[in-house]
């Protein structure tokens, strides 16, 4: 059952260390720390992706910064209380890690697959200059009942087809994870520069269910 879950939810990201770990939480004596990994991008941008990641997969209290990691994971979500609402917390759930030594041009830095359910209505709309986008929540089950919920984004034809799904439905999604600032209207005064993660389709199927 553990495997048949672990393969609904694939991350590989090879990137650079660009902070410090700060601590996160702990579970049954087992410590958990969070790093920001900058990961480059086909063009000359790049994506700062938060990495957790367990004590026992290497030391936190030492100083990575600069250092290449690579990284074999989930894209996990939970839900933080703040502003009298919840707020949406993504991040890479580490399970293997190797540090290497340089990022070969070829290597495949950020690839993830899902399989889950849409359990929100698509948003469909143009931006102005007439590109088509689509939004879609899905829910990733985890292992004991739980679920990670994972916003992604879709483009031209991905988002026309994507714009046909219903909630209840499942879907395989294969793409990227990206980072994209957004600044926040915190009151009629102040606004606040936030960053969003979505899993940036590059190819969406329907599946039947009977392939569980």
């Given amino acids: 059952m553990t495997d048949k879950v672990i393969e609904n939810n694939q991350v590989t990201i090879m990137g650079e260390i660009v902070s410090d770990f700060t601590y996160s939480h702990e579970i049954f004596g087992e410590g958990f720390y969070m790093v920001d990994v900058k990961v480059q991008r086909l063009s000359d941008s790049s994506d700062i992706i938060p990495l957790m990641i367990s004590e026992r ?13 690579a990284v074999n994971g989930q894209f996990r979500s939970y839900n933080r209380h703040e502003e009298r609402k919840n707020k949406l917390v993504l991040s890479v759930f580490a399970r293997e890690i190797e540090f290497v030594d340089e990022m070969e041009e070829s290597s495949k830095t950020n690839q993830i697959y899902l399989d889950g359910f849409i359990c929100k209505e698509p948003i469909y709309r143009k931006t102005p200059l007439g590109r088509e986008i689509a939004d879609l929540l ?19 034809r991905n988002a026309r087809f994507a714009n046909s799904f219903r909630v209840g439905e499942r879907c395989a999604v ?4 990206q980072s994209r600032e957004y600044m926040k209207k915190i009151d009629e005064e102040n606004v606040e520069k936030r960053v969003a993660y979505e899993v ?12 569980q």
């Fill in 57 to 69: 997969l290497l030391d936190a209290r030492a100083d990575y910064k600069g250092e290449y990691i």
């Fill in 138 to 156: 899905l829910a990733v089950n985890r292992p004991y009942g739980k679920s990670d919920y994972i916003p992604c984004i879709c483009w031209g």
């Fill in 174 to 177: 294969w793409g990227r994870i």
């Fill in 200 to 211: 940036s389709v590059s190819k969406l199927e329907l599946l039947e269910e009977e392939e």
